[in-house]
């Protein structure tokens, strides 16, 4: 199965793309998509969904997950990265994308095993899954893998379920 991971931002929107039997992970790609915080909310979203778009394009997920929003004291921030999520839903609809969403505790429980874990110890832990020589450098794509591994491994259960 291969996943496609987003991990929203206004600013550094992260994707990995991994290949993945549920067991086993294979990074394909990771990365992430910038945007001037300079330009106005559009521009940046019109940056986002043009990069996304390429990335569906080129890499034919089976499937996408993306983190859920996180709700923090800055309400203003959330809401940014609402418009980003819908940006990032729309085009893995578009794309007849199976979507998934999980929230930043199911993320780091998956991967980490503890769903308060730093961001160091996630990327640690996706480079070890991985098998990378060393972690990821940006926290973004690293984060963005980490959500394309809690897919693959939850995904078998969610099929089970579903059929239940």
Do not use: W
């Amino acid at each position: 199965m291969r996943v496609l991971g987003i991990d929203c931002g206004t600013e550094r929107t992260g994707y990995g793309v991994i290949d993945s039997d549920g067991r086993t992970h294979h990074m394909i790609a990771a990365g992430c998509i910038r945007s001037s915080p300079r330009e106005p909310l559009e521009r940046r979203l019109l940056t986002i969904a043009v990069a996304l778009r390429g990335l569906i394009a080129e890499h034919c997920p089976d499937s996408a997950a993306v983190e859920e929003v996180f709700f923090a004291v800055n309400a203003q921030s959330a809401l940014k990265l609402s418009h980003v999520r819908g940006v990032a839903l729309l085009l893995i609809a578009e794309a007849s994308v199976e979507l998934a969403e999980y929230s930043p505790l199911e993320v780091k429980m998956s991967v980490v095993g503890y769903g308060r874990a730093e961001k160091s110890q996630v990327q640690q832990m996706v480079a070890s899954l991985l098998r990378l020589a060393q972690p990821i450098a940006s926290e973004d794509a690293s984060d963005a893998l980490a959500i394309a591994i809690c897919h693959a491994t939850r995904a078998p259960f969610l099929a089970l379920e579903a059929r239940a």
